[in-house]
């Protein structure tokens, strides 16, 4: 039998939690084969099984958070199995072992002069869950009476308290241990949890009331792992923003004619296709702004190429997968490599590399109405820019005449210690006069 260990899947990955299982007790599996889904600190992971065989046992309840080394599962091989011995007739010493602890008493007495009766296949039950009360009928051995103590016998308690994943949940938000939980039945309800919480806050002191209808959300995977960046890059880099309006009616334009053009047909061209080309040419005057800071060498990286960010919005937070070596690619490549990231990223399964190494990032507010805002670096990145919703604004042409224009805000944040004002000023009107004539990429 073989134990299956939760893996780092990640740099440095400490926990995570059980989302899914594609498996239960029985299925048999191959190598490879997707046995679970795990949250980690970053993002959605499918588990592939190392071993092949029978699922013996889910070691861990949906929802559960675990470290990484913890089992997860047990799986038999087909070897193993053919050569497990059939189970013996179980006798009534069976009754103090820790599989049957917590199962009804057996009903009556017998001697040897009753007749016996037809032997019970013995019920396959978990371990520390007892079977049911139904199935326990057994014979006393000659000559004795069989009995049980049935006030020890519902003293005991399952070794592992059986409950549904949601309710394994709210014990854990509550720092309830389900084992210490009395049961009304054979699995331990919401209602139980709630019970002994009810009873357990008459003993302890009274927390602070919450307002009506508060709720609460466990601080977790991506959204705790985006906290702790976003606070460590706030408090470790010093952030400097600057704000740039500009006419970008050239570039809607483009954009119009690029969605007609039948060479790019099958990908997605949007204004943020075009937003990323000009950040990359504008990268190439200021090279700056795709550095990192080495505070163990005391130096300044200057990376070879860039691995460009796009924030995704998600529904367990925000995510920021990278296109690798976005600076080599073409504009119709680009394209395909921002529609495979976005809906990887939307079905939350972006793998953990694909968030590491970033160079520079790219965050579109505008898709929420938002004209600017001020982004937080993330950690190990020179610069970020939001792009600001693109509207039809009054605009004073070079002819002095107001006239209604597409226009957007950029917003560029960028870590101090490796751009000064003057680097961050002029890569962010160089993305500025690109977005404003796309010609201007030619001189680039």
Same mark, same amino acid.
């Given at each position: 039998?073989?134990?299956?260990?939760?893996?780092?899947?990640?740099?440095?990955?400490?926990?995570?939690?059980?989302?899914?299982?594609?498996?239960?007790?029985?299925?048999?599996?191959?190598?490879?084969?997707?046995?679970?889904?795990?949250?980690?600190?970053?993002?959605?992971?499918?588990?592939?099984?190392?071993?092949?065989?029978?699922?013996?046992?889910?070691?861990?309840?949906?929802?559960?958070?675990?470290?990484?080394?913890?089992?997860?599962?047990?799986?038999?091989?087909?070897?193993?199995?053919?050569?497990?011995?059939?189970?013996?007739?179980?006798?009534?010493?069976?009754? +103090? $072992?820790? @599989?049957? =602890?917590?199962?009804?008493? &057996? #009903?009556?007495? *017998?001697?040897? /002069?009753?007749?016996?009766? !037809?032997?019970?296949?013995?019920?396959?039950?978990?371990?520390?869950?007892?079977?049911?009360?139904?199935?326990?009928?057994?014979?006393?051995?000659?000559?004795?009476?069989?009995?049980?103590?049935?006030?020890?016998?519902?003293?005991?308690?399952?070794?592992?308290?059986?409950?549904?994943?949601?309710?394994?949940?709210?014990?854990?938000?509550?720092?309830?241990?389900?084992?210490?939980?009395? +049961? $009304?039945? @054979?699995? =331990?309800?919401?209602?139980? &949890? #709630?019970?002994? *919480?009810?009873? /357990?806050?008459?003993?302890? !002191?009274?927390?602070?009331?919450?307002?009506?209808?508060?709720?609460?959300?466990?601080?977790?995977?991506?959204?705790?792992?985006?906290?702790?960046?976003?606070?460590?890059?706030?408090?470790?880099?010093?952030?400097?923003?600057?704000?740039?309006?500009?006419?970008?009616?050239?570039?809607?334009?483009?954009?119009?004619?690029?969605?007609?053009?039948?060479?790019?047909?099958?990908?997605?061209? +949007?204004?943020?296709?075009?937003?990323?080309?000009?950040?990359?040419?504008?990268?190439?005057?200021?090279?700056?702004?795709?550095?990192?800071?080495?505070?163990?060498?005391?130096?300044?990286?200057?990376?070879?190429?860039?691995?460009?960010?796009?924030?995704?919005?998600?529904?367990?937070?925000?995510?920021?997968?990278?296109?690798?070596?976005?600076?080599?690619?073409?504009?119709?490549?680009?394209?395909?490599?921002?529609?495979?990231?976005?809906?990887?990223?939307?079905?939350?399964?972006?793998?953990?590399?694909?968030?590491?190494?970033?160079?520079?990032?790219?965050?579109?507010?505008?898709?929420?109405?938002?004209?600017?805002?001020?982004?937080?670096?993330?950690?190990?990145?020179?610069?970020?820019?939001?792009?600001?919703?693109?509207?039809?604004?009054?605009?004073?042409?070079?002819?002095?005449?107001?006239?209604?224009?597409?226009?957007?805000?950029?917003?560029?944040?960028?870590?101090?210690?490796?751009?000064?004002?003057?680097?961050?000023?002029?890569?962010?009107?160089?993305?500025?006069?690109?977005?404003?004539?796309?010609?201007?990429?030619?001189?680039?």
């Amino acid at each position: 039998m073989s134990e299956f260990k939760l893996p780092d899947v990640g740099e440095g990955l400490t926990e995570a939690e059980i989302v899914t299982w594609k498996v239960k007790v029985g299925d048999v599996i191959k190598v490879n084969d997707i046995i679970v889904d795990i949250e980690t600190a970053k993002s959605i992971v499918e588990l592939p099984s190392p071993y092949e065989g029978t699922i013996e046992e889910l070691l861990v309840a949906e929802g559960q958070t675990v470290d990484v080394g913890t089992p997860i599962i047990r799986i038999t091989s087909a070897d193993e199995a053919a050569a497990a011995p059939k189970a013996a007739a179980p006798t009534a010493s069976d009754f +103090s $072992t820790p @599989e049957f =602890i917590g199962a009804p008493a &057996v #009903e009556g007495t *017998a001697t040897a /002069a009753e007749p016996s009766e !037809p032997p019970q296949e013995r019920q396959k039950v978990l371990v520390g869950y007892g079977p049911r009360a139904s199935s326990i009928k057994r014979r006393a051995r000659k000559g004795a009476v069989a009995s049980v103590d049935t006030e020890k016998v519902a003293q005991h308690k399952p070794l592992r308290a059986l409950a549904k994943p949601p309710v394994r949940k709210l014990a854990k938000d509550l720092g309830i241990d389900l084992g210490a939980v009395p +049961s $009304t039945g @054979e699995i =331990i309800t919401r209602a139980d &949890v #709630e019970a002994f *919480a009810g009873r /357990a806050s008459t003993q302890a !002191p009274a927390p602070q009331p919450s307002g009506a209808g508060d709720v609460r959300i466990p601080i977790k995977g991506v959204r705790k792992m985006t906290a702790e960046a976003m606070v460590s890059s706030a408090f470790t880099a010093p952030h400097v923003t600057e704000w740039v309006t500009v006419d970008v009616s050239k570039t809607v334009q483009l954009v119009k004619q690029l969605k007609k053009d039948p060479v790019f047909a099958d990908v997605r061209v +949007s204004p943020l296709l075009i937003v990323a080309k000009a950040v990359l040419l504008a990268m190439k005057r200021t090279p700056e702004l795709n550095a990192s800071w080495d505070e163990a060498a005391q130096e300044i990286v200057l990376k070879g190429s860039v691995n460009l960010g796009i924030a995704a919005a998600t529904p367990r937070g925000l995510v920021v997968p990278n296109v690798v070596g976005a600076d080599s690619m073409s504009l119709l490549e680009l394209a395909r490599a921002f529609g495979e990231l976005i809906t990887t990223a939307r079905d939350g399964k972006t793998q953990p590399a694909q968030m590491a190494g970033g160079s520079f990032t790219i965050t579109n507010i505008g898709v929420f109405g938002i004209d600017a805002g001020t982004p937080i670096l993330n950690p190990g990145e020179a610069g970020i820019l939001a792009v600001g919703a693109i509207n039809k604004r009054p605009w004073v042409g070079d002819d002095d005449e107001i006239v209604a224009r597409w226009v957007t805000t950029l917003a560029l944040s960028f870590d101090h210690r490796l751009v000064d004002g003057e680097q961050g000023s002029r890569f962010l009107a160089d993305v500025a006069a690109i977005l404003h004539d796309p010609a201007v990429a030619l001189t680039f």
